[in-house]
Nanobody, 119 residues
Framework: QVQVVESGGGSVQAGGSLRLSCVAS????????MAWYRQAPGKEREFVSH???????SYADSVKGRFTISQGNAKNALYLQMNSLKPEDTAMYYC?????????????WGQGTQVTVSS
């Protein structure tokens, strides 16, 4: 059973920083990539950033230069350093892993961690 658990959300003022963490357990046969998405109230879930097993990264234009994604050596821990936060970064942040627990790679999602940025 794959479990994905996020932590590190909170409330900050604009210009502040937060670091999100995510741990995926149960990916017995490996992790292909891990990613962050976010969803603001009344909006669709959107891509923020991902990192694959070869440490290749991708970012949404809206966060480039402000957010940095990284992963642990075991590739099952994911981090998002968020600097220069803006009120428009306010959202529920979700961690997704594409991993293999039973011979097939599937997407698994966490429950989310709330980030609130006040002006």
């Amino acid at each position: 059973q794959v479990q994905v658990v996020e932590s590190g959300g909170g409330s900050v003022q604009a210009g502040g920083s937060l670091r999100l963490s995510c741990v995926a357990s149960g990916c017995t046969y490996g992790v292909y990539l891990m990613a962050w998405y976010r969803q603001a109230p009344g909006k669709e879930r959107e891509f923020v950033s991902h990192i694959d097993r070869d440490d290749r990264t991708s970012y949404a234009d809206s966060v480039k230069g402000r957010f940095t994604i990284s992963q642990g050596n075991a590739k099952n821990a994911l981090y998002l350093q968020m600097n220069s936060l803006k009120p428009e970064d306010t959202a529920m942040y979700y961690c997704k892993t594409n991993c293999n627990s039973d011979g097939y790679y599937r997407n698994y999602w966490g429950q989310g961690t709330q980030v609130t940025v006040s002006s």
